[in-house]
């Protein structure tokens, strides 16, 4: 028993390394940009879409998160919802105005929750929207935490933004947390030097530096690239192993990945 719980030890650092892991799901690169919505008709960031990328078995589901003037954290691509500034405007205000398809507009709790159900395949990418502040931003870094953390979903969640310190806040707050950074003018060993786990970049930032590829393979930083859509696209980034790509075409991007 000694010598397997040794062996058991050594092969699980062998797998792991040093280096903190995203979780192990659906064995594809495929993150569903905004949910899988584009082939059903689902709207962006709805559970809907959310649960066909799981039904899918999608490696991951991203959405966006923007907070209300209550701060309330809910899901939505733009800053605005039917017309009115999500920033400025109540959750209540907000949530009177469905989505196409019926759904009241998402919280975070509720997206979460509905991405936990039944779900052993997909990581939950969540993109905290830049703020007008850095106070704003990791207020709403803040308040993601501690919900993922009330939920018991760190395991299943993947934060990334546009606005660094929000992904510093996270680390900060929890240093297990898997962060991806998506500006894209950050070389891979800035990010490691910052506790930063992954480079999240537009594909033609990675045309432009492949040196980066190689570096954050070296590393140990995670590689993903948005928003992937061209056949052609695909299949140069997964000759270059990516470890995710992200792309509202999920569907073929899956059956590429085969």
Same mark, same amino acid.
């Given at each position: 028993m000694h010598y397997f719980n040794i062996l058991m030890s050594l092969l699980l650092f062998n797998a792991c390394g040093a280096q903190k892991n995203t979780p192990q799901f659906a *064995?594809? &690169? &495929?993150?569903?940009?905004?949910?899988?919505?584009?082939a059903e008709g689902f709207p962006e960031n709805s559970i809907a879409a959310l649960k066909h990328a799981i039904a899918l078995k999608c490696t991951g589901s991203e959405f966006d998160v923007h907070m209300t003037a209550d701060d309330v954290l809910v899901i939505n691509h733009d800053a605005d919802h039917n017309g009115m500034l999500i920033a400025e405007t109540s959750h209540e205000d907000l949530a009177a105005h469905k989505l196409s398809n019926g759904e009241t507009l998402p919280t975070l709790r509720d997206y979460i929750i509905a991405g936990m159900e039944d779900n052993t395949s997909t990581r939950l990418v969540c993109e905290i929207k830049p703020a007008e502040t850095v106070e704003r931003g990791q207020r709403m870094a803040e308040k993601a935490v501690a919900l993922v953390k009330e939920l018991k979903a760190g395991d299943m969640t993947v934060y990334i933004s546009f606005m660094y310190e929000i992904l510093q806040?996270? @680390? @900060?707050? *929890?240093? @297990?947390a898997h962060t991806q950074y998506l500006e894209g003018d950050k070389a891979p060993a800035t990010l490691k030097a910052d506790g930063i786990d992954g480079a999240d970049y537009h594909f033609s930032v990675f045309k432009k530096h492949p040196e980066w590829i190689e570096s954050a393979k070296k590393i140990g930083i995670a590689l993903n690239a948005w928003t992937v859509n061209k056949p052609e696209d695909m299949d140069w980034l997964l000759e270059e192993d990516f470890d995710f790509i992200t792309t509202n075409e999920p569907e073929l991007l899956l059956e590429k990945s085969k």
């Open positions: *064995d594809n &690169v &495929v993150v569903a940009h905004r949910g899988a919505w584009k806040k996270i @680390e @900060e707050l *929890d240093p @297990e």
